[in-house]
């Protein structure tokens, strides 16, 4: 009797969706993933509300109830975790699941699910461990951006490729895909849980030797009201580079987080398949 091998054409993969205060934009990513039913591949939509303060829940709701998609859920952190506490949630729940892959798709509907679909249906995921949406390569366009923030963020891309012996065209997008088996191993866990946790990710995954492929992508920036502190935000990265810079293996056995927790809890507050 011969033995079948799953396909790698079957590997499911989860869309994570982070919310937080994006009860204006959140429908217009939700709608996005109408276009997921040309995907073949196993695939679900996870929407984590990071205890927005506003109605971004409940809009989220209401719309994952309208979408046709199969299966979807939505959750609501137990604690205010951040965007990277969030991601830690989306990994958990990918694990648990039994999600081969994540796909990240920011809440606040600056980019755009149909750049990273064409790589899915070619199947580029299944020889990487990354693919990262790259708003600054050749192809990828932007809108609304100005010019010191788009400067300053191709600086900072350059510094941290020398640092990291490779080549690195966007340090943190909102749209990514991972392969859920590295995290299995929890050496994301320590990393901040605040808007830094993407720079620590890349340093991560390149430092263990994880292959990364970066691809264009369209990002825009209208109603989204960005919540990083360009000033703040650039000293933070000036500090965690200098860390990882100093010495490679304390940066990343290091707990980076304001707040040490042991788990990341949440709770359902819907879940729909059909
Ligand atoms: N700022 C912030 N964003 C979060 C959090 N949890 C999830 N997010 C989502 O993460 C995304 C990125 O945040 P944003 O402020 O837009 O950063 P920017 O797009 O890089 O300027 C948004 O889609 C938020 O909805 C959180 O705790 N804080
Ligand atoms: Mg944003």
């Given at each position: 009797m011969s033995v079948a091998f799953p396909s790698m054409a079957n590997e499911s993969i989860l869309f994570f969706v982070p919310m937080y205060r994006c009860s204006a934009q959140i429908g217009r990513v939700i709608a996005q993933f109408e276009q997921l039913s040309e995907l073949s591949a196993p695939h679900a939509v996870l929407c984590v509300d990071n205890q927005s303060p506003d109605d971004t829940l409940a809009v989220a709701e209401r719309a994952l109830e309208a979408s046709s998609v199969g299966r979807k859920c939505l959750v609501r952190n137990n604690d205010n975790y951040g965007l990277g506490g969030s991601h830690k949630v989306a990994f958990d729940y990918a694990r648990d699941q039994g999600f081969?892959?994540?796909?990240?798709?920011?809440?606040?509907?600056?980019?755009?699910?149909?750049?990273?679909?064409?790589?899915?249906?070619?199947?580029?995921?299944?020889?990487?461990?990354?693919?990262?949406?790259?708003?600054?390569?050749?192809?990828?366009?932007?809108?609304?951006?100005?010019?010191?923030?788009?400067?300053?963020?191709?600086?900072?891309?350059?510094?941290?490729?020398?640092?990291?012996?490779?080549?690195?065209?966007?340090?943190?997008?909102?749209?990514?895909?991972?392969?859920?088996?590295?995290?299995?191993?929890?050496?994301?866990?320590?990393?901040?849980?605040?808007?830094?946790?993407?720079?620590?990710?890349?340093?991560?995954?390149?430092?263990?030797?994880?292959?990364?492929?970066?691809?264009?992508?369209?990002?825009?920036?209208?109603?989204?009201?960005?919540?990083?502190?360009?000033?703040?935000?650039?000293?933070?990265?000036?500090?965690?580079?200098?860390?990882?810079?100093?010495?490679?293996?304390?940066?990343?056995?290091?707990?980076h987080r304001a707040t040490k927790r042991d788990s990341y809890s949440y709770s359902v507050v819907r879940h729909w398949e059909v």
């Open positions: 081969d892959h994540v796909v990240v798709l920011h809440g606040d509907d600056q980019g755009s699910i149909a750049d990273i679909l064409p790589l899915l249906k070619a199947g580029a995921h299944h020889s990487v461990d990354a693919l990262l949406g790259a708003r600054f390569m050749r192809g990828s366009s932007l809108e609304g951006y100005s010019l010191a923030r788009t400067w300053a963020n191709r600086g900072f891309n350059i510094i941290f490729s020398i640092i990291a012996g490779q080549r690195f065209y966007d340090l943190g997008s909102g749209l990514n895909l991972f392969r859920r088996a590295p995290f299995d191993t929890g050496f994301h866990t320590k990393y901040s849980d605040d808007l830094t946790f993407n720079y620590y990710l890349i340093f991560g995954l390149a430092d263990h030797k994880y292959k990364l492929r970066f691809f264009p992508i369209r990002w825009r920036e209208d109603d989204q009201v960005s919540n990083v502190k360009l000033f703040s935000h650039a000293k933070r990265m000036i500090s965690l580079l200098l860390s990882r810079f100093l010495n490679k293996n304390a940066f990343h056995s290091a707990d």
